[in-house]
């Protein structure tokens, strides 16, 4: 047989498989934290959809690789964990990366987001803060939500005075109450909490963040869409996103439609917008 017809036969049999391998998967079904912002939260106008900064990302990046992405409230952070576990979703827009956590997630490297946590104090506060150990021996204040790196945590445990609060709003009240000297939240997160209750010229931040936790996105190992190909055309994605300049102006879009929402009546048919828990 001519060898040409060979390599035609041969080429023709693997096209299916190699479409299959390179586009099996057309639709992901994301979950992720719903009381975040501006990364992630709860659409006010359809309760059952999350949005936010994540999501756009996300949803810019899927379009390249012509995927369809749907981001779905699947409950809490506990929960949304859980569904993505389980395969029942495929994909967490905002893993934070834990050891044990690899035994069910496949996590794309770099991180989607990076979300610095910043020293927030007064604007007539004293403190000296360079790096984290200049915060020993003052009293400061974190969300029980915050995601901190698990090194950070330990360090923070052992060396640190934190008061940990039921969210964000309460921390930083607690700073203007003069209780703490300092609160560490999420750079993001602390601007878009500080602005819409109007404690942003009463507050500063130190530039130096204290700790820089990944927002990943982390895909289950009992996913369809789990393979190869799908975990690398987004890692190299995740590469390009810090040079195109996209992901501040995201985050600033966000931070600027979350207040919008906040500050519009609610009508009966909503569900109240929550202030960010981190």
Not at 99 to 124: A, F
Not at 189 to 209: E, F, I, K
Not at 262 to 267: G, I, L
Request: charged share 20%.
């Amino acid at each position: 047989m001519d060898l040409r017809l060979v390599w035609s036969l041969l080429g023709l049999a693997l096209l299916p498989a190699l479409s299959f391998a390179a586009g099996k998967c057309e639709r992901l079904v994301v979950t992720g934290s719903p009381d975040a912002p501006p990364y992630l939260w709860q659409d006010p106008q359809n309760p059952e959809r999350l949005i936010g900064a994540s999501a756009d990302l996300l949803q810019q990046v899927a379009g390249e690789l012509g995927l369809k992405v749907e981001l779905l409230y699947a409950g809490k952070r506990a929960q949304a964990l859980d569904e993505v576990r389980s395969g029942r979703m495929d994909m967490l827009a905002d893993a934070t990366l834990t050891l044990s956590e690899l035994e069910t997630l496949d996590y794309i490297h770099p991180p989607l987001l990076e979300n610095d946590y910043l020293v927030w104090t007064r604007k007539d506060s004293t403190l000296i803060y360079n790096e984290a150990q200049d915060l020993h021996g003052h009293s400061g204040a974190v969300s029980e939500k915050a995601r901190l790196t698990p090194q950070f945590s330990t360090f923070a445990g052992q060396q640190l005075t934190l008061t940990h609060t039921s969210s964000l709003t309460q921390a930083f009240q607690k700073l203007l109450l003069g209780e703490v000297e300092f609160v560490l939240a999420g750079r993001y997160s602390g601007m878009a909490t500080a602005q819409t209750l109007g404690m942003a010229g009463d507050l500063v931040t130190r530039s130096q963040p204290v700790d820089k936790p990944g927002l990943y996105l982390a895909i289950s190992h009992d996913s369809a869409c789990n393979d190869p190909w799908l975990r690398g055309q987004l890692a190299k994605k995740m590469t390009e996103l810090p040079a195109s300049g996209l992901t501040e102006a995201v985050l600033m879009r966000n931070i600027e439609r979350w207040k919008a929402q906040r500050s519009q009546p609610q009508q009966p048919s909503q569900q109240p917008v929550s202030a960010p828990k981190q």
